[in-house]
Structures are given as structure tokens and as C-alpha cells.
Nanobody, 122 residues
């Protein structure tokens, strides 16, 4: 069955770094656009970064220059390197997969979602 399992979240001080990972299984990873979303308490879900099967990336303006999405197709894993973290980056971060690569930056069209990993910058 399909699984997206995020890891790497935690507590970090402002200015620090974290690397999130999302391990995928149960579908053909290389056929999907992968993305990271985040949701803070009381706020709507926000697209953070996306990477497609050709390794083309897209970022929210709020994270450009600080976050980098990458993927390892051999491991069916997508990563989010987060540098220069700010308190406003605090949120639960979710990994998602989109078969037709047309939903980004919206979240409604993504096919599969992980359970999320908490990132707290304080």
C-alpha cells in the first residue's frame, strides 16, 4: 500500500538548519511530482517546495534562498534542506505526491500525503 513517511523534524534555534526526509513506497515514485507543504496552528496549509520528475523545483516566496528540495529516485525519497530558519517557519511539514504534476502550488490535487513531521523554531 502507499506510504509517505516524513522524518527529520525537531526543535531548532532561529538561524539553524534541519533536513527533512520523506520516504515513499507503494507507487512509482519517478512518475510523480513531490512537494512539501506546511501548516501552522490556526493557519491554512501552505505549499513550501515542489520537485518534479525532471528535478525541476519550485518554491514559495517565503522560503526562496533558504530551502532546497531534492530527491533520490533510487531511494524513492524526497528531501527538504531548510537553512536560516525563522520562527515563522514553525509548522507541521507534510510530504505529498501528485501523479499529473498539475496541482502545485495548491494542495487539492495531490494524490498521497504523509502524516507530517513537526518543525519548531524557537
Amino acid at each position: 500500500h502507499v506510504q509517505l513517511v516524513e522524518s527529520g523534524g525537531g526543535l531548532v534555534q532561529p538561524g539553524g538548519s534541519l533536513r527533512l526526509s520523506c520516504a515513499a513506497s507503494g507507487f512509482t515514485f519517478s512518475n510523480y511530482r513531490m512537494a512539501w507543504f506546511r501548516q501552522a496552528p490556526g493557519k491554512s496549509r501552505e505549499g513550501v517546495a515542489a520537485i518534479d520528475s525532471r528535478y525541476s523545483t519550485s518554491y514559495a516566496d517565503s522560503v526562496k534562498g533558504r530551502f532546497t528540495a531534492s530527491q533520490d529516485k533510487a531511494k524513492s525519497t524526497v528531501y527538504l534542506q531548510m537553512n536560516s530558519l525563522k520562527s515563522e517557519d514553525t509548522a507541521k511539514y507534510y510530504c505529498a505526491a501528485d501523479r499529473f504534476a498539475c496541482a502545485w502550488p495548491g494542495s487539492a490535487g495531490f494524490d498521497f500525503w504523509g502524516q507530517g513531521t513537526q518543525v519548531t523554531v524557537s
